[in-house]
T-cell receptor, first 115, second 111 residues
Framework: GNSVTQMEGPVTLSEEAFLTINCTYT??????LFWYVQYPGEGLQLLLK?????DKGSNKGFEATYRKETTSFHLEKGSVQVSDSAVYFC??????????????FGKGTLLTVNP | NAGVTQTPKFQVLKTGQSMTLQCAQD?????MYWYRQDPGMGLRLIYY???????DKGEVPNGYNVSRLNKREFSLRLESAAPSQTSVYFC??????????FGPGTRLTVT
């Protein structure tokens, strides 16, 4: 089955620093890939997505590029803010073999941004 | 639109008690899901319903049952709660497995 591996946290940055959170996946097909964000005490929210190789998803200054050759979908932001402090989850959706109803999540990376 | 709603928000149970977690969505989505979130484990799928009238086991179904009451509602039942079921439970919905929309969660403690 699918699996998603993302860098372990916690990650602590100063405001305006550059952020990278690594994510790699294994899948039998060509999954759609997602980043979700969870703010303290809340449910998960979709941050961005990419559905095929070389697609770049972007939202709120965050970006991630679907790299089939390295099976990666790393999350980046050029200048983080205190309000970006949250847990970030990478996820894949396998669309092959009739199993396109489920997402596989990484374990999450806690980001703390200090003023 | 309220999106995905869950009740209750918090619950404390004693070992052996039963309870039902309720979930409803108003986005006309076909698929609904129940996850549990534990520290260091990410989200693990308990059960899902690809469409009204169908339910399937996920990664960690033992100790749980589900009912897809109609297109809007998907409930999760713990028949005999155990301390290992202490967790945060999230319901989600989607259009046939693409991006999922999550509820705010239910924090359950079993003593």
């Amino acid at each position: 089955g699918n699996s998603v591996t993302q860098m372990e946290g916690p990650v602590t940055l100063s405001e305006e620093a550059f952020l990278t959170i690594n994510c790699t996946y294994t899948a039998t097909g060509y999954p759609s890939l997602f980043w979700y964000v969870q703010y303290p005490g809340e449910g998960l929210q979709l941050l961005l997505k990419a559905t095929k190789a070389d697609d770049k998803g972007s939202n709120k200054g965050f970006e991630a590029t679907y790299r089939k050759e390295t099976t990666s979908f790393h999350l980046e932001k050029g200048s983080v803010q205190v309000s970006d402090s949250a847990v970030y989850f990478c996820a894949s959706a396998d669309q092959s073999g009739g199993s396109n109803y489920k997402l596989t999540f990484g374990k999450g990376t806690l980001l703390t941004v200090n003023p | 639109n309220a999106g995905v709603t869950q009740t209750p928000k918090f619950q404390v149970l004693k070992t052996g008690q039963s309870m039902t977690l309720q979930c409803a969505q108003d986005m006309n989505h076909n698929s609904m899901y129940w996850y549990r979130q534990d520290p260091g484990m990410g989200l693990r799928l308990i059960y899902y319903s690809a469409s009204e009238g169908t339910t399937d086991k996920g990664e960690v179904p033992n100790g749980y049952n589900v009912s897809r009451l109609n297109k809007r509602e998907f409930s999760l039942r713990l028949e005999s709660a155990a301390p290992s079921q202490t967790s945060v439970y999230f319901c989600a919905s989607s259009v046939f497995g693409y991006e999922q929309y999550f509820g705010p969660g239910t924090r359950l403690t079993v003593t």
